[in-house]
């Protein structure tokens, strides 16, 4: 009797050994307390990345900045960059909920999956927004503001369809350390989903890193070309002068898609040794989490230093002697918006477009 009642129990009280096949590998891709610090130091950068944010925000509708479009294009980078991470907090959220109960918050770790792939497109086209209006402002003397609304709807609409893609496949999921698209089987490094692989790249890794690229490039000609331009003029005349002032106001954006670049390449770098059966680098992982979630404290601070440079130019007033004919202090904006009106015809020296 009981040798027949021995059919009856349940097969997980053996052990079975001699196939690979006969038990499904459920390790996850790092030891637990590597996992919960890996996310704890994502959602603690994020925390900091959240209060850095609206800092800016609040200065710039203080100031009344929205009303200029420079301001405005930066704006759009650090809101992206502020959704972007409370998305990606509530990912880790999510991620570490998932280990106590994975059905419960399955369908929320898709959903934060959904947002991180969402608003990165929106913070990735915003910086090109950044990278077309410079160019178009600075070197064919062109105002792109008419087109502004034209390309947030864009925006939005190209990120809400990308970001759909993987709901379509049913692909997002855990994806190592967070919710995303999911390249390995059972959670285990050793065995890569190629189609999850092919999804992460054709959907964000690979334009993204295309884009950044070009966007970087052509913000180093921009500079290139606007130093030349500086050591052209004389730093005397009006015409250096305002072309200095306009040059302060510039800069900083230049610095959106360099140092988004470079805070890209780690999270880059992850996901292409994550794409090869091997056990994950977590020093790696670390890293690149630390630069994900440091995207919006940096676009923070670029943009609080680009409303610095502006409180400080305000208060440098220029004074019209010599040959300019009067001793009043004037805005050097106002003057030279007046300026370009004036004179639309005349391009032998650089001139600030309107509401630049």
């Not at 280990?99 to 990165?120: D, E, T, V, Y």
């Not at 993204?208 to 180093?220: N, Q």
């Not at 200095?244 to 670049?261: C, G, S």
């Not at 502006?310 to 300026?339: C, H, N, P």
Request: charge should be positive; hydrophobic fraction near 50%; glycine fraction near 6%.
């Amino acid at each position: 009797r009981r040798s027949s009642d021995l059919w009856t129990l349940p097969l997980d009280m053996y052990e079975l050994t001699g196939t690979d096949d006969a038990k499904e590998p459920n390790e996850s891709n790092c030891s637990v307390p590597e996992n919960k610090g890996i996310l704890t130091t994502g959602a603690s950068v994020c925390g900091v990345s959240i209060i850095v944010c609206l800092i800016p925000i609040i200065l710039v509708f203080l100031l009344k900045l929205h009303r200029q479009f420079t301001y405005r294009v930066a704006l759009y980078q650090v809101v992206a960059a502020l959704l972007f991470v409370l998305a990606l907090l509530l990912d880790t959220i999510f991620a570490l909920k998932m280990g106590s109960n994975s059905h419960l918050f399955q369908s929320p770790c898709k959903f934060a999956a959904f947002l991180i792939q969402f608003f990165l497109w929106l913070k990735f086209l915003f910086v090109s927004l950044i990278v077309v209006h410079l160019f178009m402002f600075a070197i064919v003397y062109k105002n792109i503001r008419r087109f502004e609304i034209i390309y947030l709807c864009s925006s939005v609409v190209i990120s809400l369809v990308i970001a759909s893609v993987p709901f379509m496949t049913n692909t997002y999921g855990l994806a190592g350390s967070w919710c995303w698209i999911t390249n390995w089987k059972n959670d285990c490094p050793t065995q890569v989903l190629v189609d999850g692989v092919i999804e992460q790249f054709s959907t964000m890794y690979g334009p993204g890193f295309l884009l950044l690229s070009i966007d970087s490039v052509v913000a180093i000609i921009i500079v290139l070309v606007l130093a030349a331009r500086l050591c052209r003029r004389e730093s005397s005349s009006m015409a250096g002068y305002q072309h200095n002032e306009a040059l302060k106001q510039m800069v900083p954006l230049l610095a959106y898609p360099i140092l988004f670049f470079f805070l890209f390449l780690p999270a880059f770098a992850n996901r292409i040794y994550g794409a090869t059966p091997h056990q994950p680098n977590t020093s790696l992982m670390f890293l690149a989490v630390f630069c994900i979630a440091s995207w919006g404290w940096v676009a923070g601070m670029t943009l609080m230093v680009h409303i610095g440079v502006l409180l400080w130019s305000r208060r440098r007033k220029f004074k019209r002697r010599g040959k300019y004919g009067a001793t009043e202090e004037v805005d050097i904006y106002a003057t030279m918006g007046a300026q370009s009106s004036s004179n639309p015809t005349s391009r032998t020296h650089f001139i600030l477009p309107e509401e630049s």
